[in-house]
């Protein structure tokens, strides 16, 4: 079935220094989401990205999607400790009623 | 305002025992979903209802059965608890389909389910 690859699964950074996500797909999307969870929490939305080479900025936060329309990226510039939790990606999958979740991506500040 | 609730927050159950997971929204939301997440992982869709009177199977069904009680109620059951199917259980609910464009979803806080 459809997939949607997202690495690294983990990623440890020093508070102040960036982090980026990626997530590849196999298929042409016609969009794709990103959401974050919090430790414990649940996944909230951030953003939805529907043109090809679309760029779109929430503060330190910049969302990309490829020209192909096949992958995507979140980057954060400069994390902070508010940064912390995961990252996910999620595509329309067998129908437009189903999202297709990539695994994840976990940012961890190093103390 | 509540958004999407759900009951229980915790739960612990014996293998071989049932229990049914409410679910609520109050968006007015026609689609409601049933995900698991295990440790360290994605979400897996159990199932789905894109509106009231109609359920689909999603990516992970065996062992589970829903119910749209009415627009606003979604429930899942667990007819005979399985060690595996220990997870943390999220409810989530969009306006029409959450794949398309303009439409997300929005998830309640989750119940944390033991099969021991």
């Known amino acids: 079935g459809q997939q949607v690859m997202q690495i690294p699964q983990y990623q440890h950074v020093q508070e102040g220094e960036d982090f980026t996500t990626y997530c590849n797909s196999s298929?042409?999307?016609?969009?794709i989401q990103w959401y974050k969870q919090r430790p414990g929490g649940h996944p909230v939305f951030l953003i939805q990205?529907?043109?090809s080479g679309e760029v779109k900025k929430q503060k330190r936060l910049t969302f990309q999607f490829g020209e192909a329309k096949k992958n995507s990226s979140l980057h954060i510039t400069a994390t902070q400790t508010t940064d912390v939790g995961t990252y996910f990606c999620?595509?329309?999958?067998?129908?437009?009623?189903?999202?297709?979740w990539g695994a994840g991506t976990k940012l961890i500040i190093k103390p | 305002n509540a958004g999407v609730t759900q009951t229980p927050k915790f739960q612990v159950l014996k293998t071989g025992q049932s229990m049914t997971l409410q679910c609520a929204q109050d968006?007015?939301?026609?689609?409601m979903y049933w995900y698991r997440q295990d440790p360290g992982m994605g979400l897996r869709l159990i199932y789905y209802?894109?509106?009231?009177?109609?359920?689909d199977k999603g990516e992970v069904p065996n062992g589970y059965n829903v119910s749209r009680l009415n627009k606003r109620e979604f429930s899942l059951r667990l007819e005979s608890a399985a060690p595996s199917q220990t997870s943390v259980y999220f409810c989530?609910?969009?306006?029409?389909?959450?794949?398309?464009?303009?439409?997300?979803?929005?998830f309640g806080p989750g119940t944390r389910l033991t099969v021991l």
């Open positions: 209802s894109a509106s009231e009177g109609t359920t």
């Open positions: 298929t042409t999307l016609s969009n």
């Open positions: 989530a609910s969009s306006l029409r389909a959450s794949g398309s464009v303009g439409d997300t979803q929005y």
């Open positions: 968006m007015n939301h026609n689609s």
């Open positions: 990205l529907v043109k």
């Open positions: 999620a595509a329309p999958g067998g129908s437009n009623y189903q999202l297709i």
